[in-house]
Nanobody, 125 residues
Framework: QVQLVESGGGLVQAGGSLRLSCAAS????????MGWFRQAPGKDREFVAA????????YYADSVKGRFTISRDNAKNTVYLQMNSLKPEDTAVYYC??????????????????WGQGTQVTVSS
């Protein structure tokens, strides 16, 4: 069982930055595909970013490409989501997730096995 705990959310003005952290309970960050998703009120959960460091691939939603960066710190067993140039439409609860399966599709939430509890990000205009 893998536990994921997000932190780093908060209230920020448009154009500002936040860095979200996702701490894993086991040494998963370097070996498992990890992703970030978000869900705004009244909307479906959507893919934000993901990475499999084993295969060296990183993926981003078009809406965040160039503004968000996913990274990891193996020593801390933590994945990060650096969010720059934030927009009001980035307001959502952000979740990190880990995938176990080999048939992993980065953008598909159903391919992830473990989820954190979420952290709220609010961007004011």
């Amino acid at each position: 069982q893998v536990q994921l705990v997000e932190s780093g959310g908060g209230l920020v003005q448009a154009g500002g930055s936040l860095r979200l952290s996702c701490a894993a309970s086991k040494r998963t960050v370097g070996s498992l595909p990890m992703g970030w998703f978000r869900q705004a009120p009244g909307k479906d959960r959507e893919f934000v970013a993901a990475s499999s460091w084993v295969i060296g691939r990183t993926y981003y939603a078009d809406s965040v490409k160039g503004r968000f960066t996913i990274s990891r710190d193996n020593a801390k067993n933590t994945v990060y989501l650096q969010m720059n140039s934030l927009k009001p439409e980035d307001t959502a609860v952000y979740y990190c997730a880990a995938a176990l399966g080999t048939a992993w599709r980065a953008t598909s939430g159903s391919d992830y096995n473990y989820w954190g509890q979420g952290t709220q990000v609010t961007v004011s205009s």
